[in-house]
Each structure stands twice: as structure tokens, then as C-alpha cells.
């Protein structure tokens, strides 16, 4: 299908497009990648009356500079381009993974890391890396910037805690270079969307004990949720997911039951943790 | 800052296979569509017009895109590749001779798509100076629907030409 006759606005600087945000507010979809918003738009799902296209603004930098600090990626970095560079830095292991998944080879190429997390669907691989991570989103308007913790940011299914005046200008990755992660999604074919994603993070002290994990599940509710446990959990795994799963209220539609997602939260979640824990060098 | 009316019609300039040309789209006007009809670049496919099925897969500014998830006006001074960028009939480029070879069409339809991302995945491929496995060749293919070949033909032509362009990059850095 083609999409409603719309305005179309190039800023060529943030100021510029934050001027634009501030004018039409509701009326304006942001544009990155286009993955997203391109199809809702064709298919009619989406009829702003103004697209207001980010695609020429600087928001492509990766800083990965210190150890000590959050990963900073600008809004426009593409998902092709920080696969590689994950790959070839080392760095954040969790994302490296769920990128893999994430949609094809050639969405990949042009799909930018803010776009996934602005656009939010609850299953979409990114947004749950970022709540399980414990990481934040830095929105910016023309009153300011703002950081929002993920696990506030993404209120419900294309529902976040972006005003219609702000843009997400960058996401903040906390890396703390663990190597016991892991990230696994459940989908009909290779590059659908998941079903249900689930993605683990064994913490460890600077002594090397185990400090507690993190249990982070996409697509069974209607946003990612991460679960937060001690290093007790950790010894008692199984019912640390149990009681992660007692707490769910799994969604239930055409595509998926509720009592198969929860199903297959438990399954993944479990995989996602046995791995986490065994690339920690830890054999559960 | 540019501001273009939702129903007027704009000039939109794109560098298409190398050539530069001029044509008019409004807002809407998908960027398939108008290298289809505003341009005449007839191997752009439209098939699904919301991003999955590949049809319409082309290389802009370098990197790969469904040209139906575009827009021409965001393609205002950009560098497209198309499939007419490849080869002609009677002079195919390496890759396109080695799905003739193999049996790696049928009807054609998801083709230049195809070929598209295979020439971006081959560039790749030469970067790393490493074999993909068939397994890395299927998942960059998920990304278009063939519903004619199953696919084994399109993954023997694309491994065939994945060899010469790992030979390739070796024989030019050493």
C-alpha cells in the first residue's frame, strides 16, 4: 500500500529538528532507518501529518572510550555498524548476540539502534538488552535532555516515556565487560520477530564472586521486564525463574497463547541463564 | 532546513548506477517507485511494499535498502545501485553469470533483490578475507522470499562467487 499524503521535513541539525518536534509534536513521526515507521506507514498503521526525517543529523558517534563509563551510542548508529564494531572491540557481548537477531542481513544495514528502541515493539531484541542491562535513553527537547532509566522508558507495546516534543538523541549501555551473558529469542523463522527473547547477565565482584543476575524477557508482556537477582538466586537458579515467572502476565493473542509464551519464557529464560553461567566460567 | 508539501510535487535528484537524474515525487512517492516509473529502472521489484520480501532490495549511498521503506525525497542527493548497475544481457557481471550457471532463478521476480544483497554480502566478505559458511549464506537470504528455487541454487552461485572474491582480495594485498 502507499502511505497518506504527508509533509516531509529534512532538518539538517538537532536543533533544527527539535524546533520541528516542538511545533508539531503528535502530529510528527520521526524518521531513522525507516525499518520501522516506513512499513506503518505504507500500511496505513501510522498517518502523521508531518515525517520529519533524522536521517542527515550528526547522532552516528559509538563512545566506547572508557571502561569506567557507559557505552554511549548516538541514535543513528546503525545496526549493521555496531555488530561490527562490537565484534571487533570486544565489548558488550549481549548485544553482539541479540543484533544477530535481529531482523535480516539487509534491515541490519539501515535499521538504527534508536529507531528499535523509539519504535518499542515488546518483543524487539534491543529494547531488551537495554532494560536488562540496566541502561538508560537520553531524550532531548528544545527545553533540554533528560535521562530515562529503560526499565521506566518502555511503558507498553509502541508505549514509552518519550513527550511528543522530545527526540531519543542516544542510548547508555553499562558494560561492565562481564562475559557471562547471553541472549536467546524463540521466532517461525530466522529473522521474524521473536515470539518471546530472554537475555541473562551473571554479575561477579571485583573478587570474582558472583554478585547476582539479571533476567531480562521480551515479548511476553506488552514491554521487556528484567528480573533482579542476588547471588542466592544464582546458586538457586530454577526457582529464581519460577518465582520470574509467578510474577508474569503473559499476552495472549493469534499468534501465541498465553499459557505457550510463558511457556516458552521459562525455556529460554533457563537456557539463557545455564549459558550465561557457563561462559562465566561458572558451571551451573 | 527543507519542508516539502504534502501534495506538491518535487524535483528530486538521484545518482542512479552512476548517472545523475532529475525526476518529480511528492512526499509519499515510495523510492521504488520512483526509480520504477519516474526513472524507467524497471529491475527495482515492487512486491510487498512494507520491507519483507526483498523484491525491491537496492544499494543506497552503499549501504543495502528496501527502496519501498524509502521515500524518494530522502533519496534527494544520494548514490542508488541498481540491478541495471550490474551487467547487461549480453555482458553479465561474474555474479549474475554464476546464477545462470547454477540454476539459481526461475521466474525472476525476487532476483535483482537478491542480487543486490549478494553483491554487498560478496564486498563484505572480501573486507573479512573469510569463507562465509552456507549457514551465514541461507541467513543474509532470509531476508528475501523466493518461492520459486528453495534456494539451493541462489546459495550454490552466491558460495561459488564468495571463493573468487576471497581469491581476489588475497591476490590484491599480497
Request: proline share 5%; aromatic share 6%; hydrophobic share 45%.
Amino acid at each position: 500500500m502507499k502511505p497518506v499524503p504527508f509533509d516531509y521535513a529534512r532538518p539538517e541539525t538537532l536543533e533544527e529538528a527539535l524546533a520541528l518536534m516542538a511545533n508539531y509534536g503528535d502530529d510528527a513521526a520521526p524518521l531513522a532507518g525507516g525499518l520501522s515507521l516506513g512499513p506503518m506507514l505504507n500500511l496505513r498503521l501510522a498517518r502523521p501529518a508531518v515525517v520529519v526525517d533524522l536521517g542527515r543529523l550528526a547522532l552516528h558517534e559509538i563512545d566506547s572510550l572508557s571502561p569506567d563509563r557507559p557505552v554511549e551510542t548516538g541514535a543513528l548508529v546503525r545496526q549493521a555498524f555496531l555488530q561490527q564494531r562490537l565484534k571487533a572491540d570486544l565489548i558488550m557481548p549481549l548485544v553482539g548476540e541479540a543484533l544477530d537477531c535481529i531482523g535480516h542481513y539487509q534491515t541490519r544495514a539501515r535499521g538504527t539502534v534508536g529507531g528499535s528502541v523509539a519504535h518499542a515493539d515488546p518483543a524487539a531484541e534491543l529494547p531488551l538488552c537495554l532494560v536488562t542491562m540496566d541502561g538508560s535513553v537520553w531524550l532531548q527537547s528544545t527545553a533540554g535532555r533528560r535521562n530515562v532509566p529503560a526499565t521506566a522508558f518502555f511503558e507498553a507495546a509502541l508505549t514509552t516515556a518519550r513527550h511528543p516534543d522530545e527526540l531519543v538523541a542516544g542510548l547508555e549501555w553499562p558494560d561492565a565487560g562481564e562475559p557471562g551473558t547471553a541472549f536467546a529469542e524463540f521466532a517461525l523463522r530466522h529473522g521474524d520477530f521473536a515470539i518471546v527473547a530472554a537475555a541473562a547477565i551473571v554479575r561477579r565482584n571485583d573478587d570474582g564472586r558472583v554478585s547476582g543476575i539479571r533476567l531480562g524477557l521480551g515479548g511476553v508482556e506488552d514491554a521487556p521486564r528484567v528480573f533482579v537477582g542476588s547471588d542466592d538466586a544464582v546458586n538457586n537458579f530454577k526457582d529464581f525463574v519460577e518465582q520470574s515467572m509467578a510474577v508474569l502476565r503473559p499476552t495472549d493473542d493469534p499468534v501465541c497463547d498465553a499459557p505457550y509464551r510463558l511457556a516458552l519464557a521459562r525455556k529460554l529464560g533457563l537456557a539463557v541463564i545455564v549459558r550465561a553461567l557457563e561462559r562465566a566460567g561458572l558451571h551451573p | 532546513m527543507t519542508i516539502l508539501a504534502r501534495e506538491q510535487r518535487h524535483s528530486i535528484t538521484v545518482k542512479v548506477n552512476g548517472l545523475r537524474y532529475t525526476g518529480m515525487a511528492t512526499p509519499r512517492t515510495l523510492l521504488a517507485d520512483f526509480l520504477r516509473h519516474e526513472l524507467g529502472f524497471k529491475g527495482v521489484h515492487v512486491g510487498c511494499e512494507h520491507a519483507v520480501c526483498g523484491a525491491c532490495t537496492i544499494l543506497l549511498d552503499g549501504l543495502l535498502a528496501r527502496a519501498c521503506a524509502i521515500y524518494a525525497v530522502q533519496a534527494d542527493d544520494t548514490s542508488v545501485e541498481t540491478v541495471e548497475g550490474l551487467g547487461k544481457p549480453e555482458a553479465l557481471a561474474p555474479l549474475q553469470a554464476a546464477f545462470q550457471e547454477h540454476h539459481a532463478l526461475q521466474c525472476g521476480f525476487c532476483t535483482p533483490g537478491i542480487l543486490m544483497s549478494a553483491k554487498a554480502f560478496l564486498d563484505d566478505v572480501a573486507t573479512v578475507g573469510v569463507a562465509p559458511t552456507e549457514q551465514q549464506v541461507r541467513e543474509m537470504l532470509s531476508g528475501h522470499l523466493c518461492r520459486c528455487t528453495g534456494y539451493d541454487g541462489i546459495v550454490k552461485a552466491i558460495l561459488a562467487c564468495a571463493e573468487q572474491a576471497i581469491g581476489k582480495s588475497r591476490h590484491e594485498s599480497g
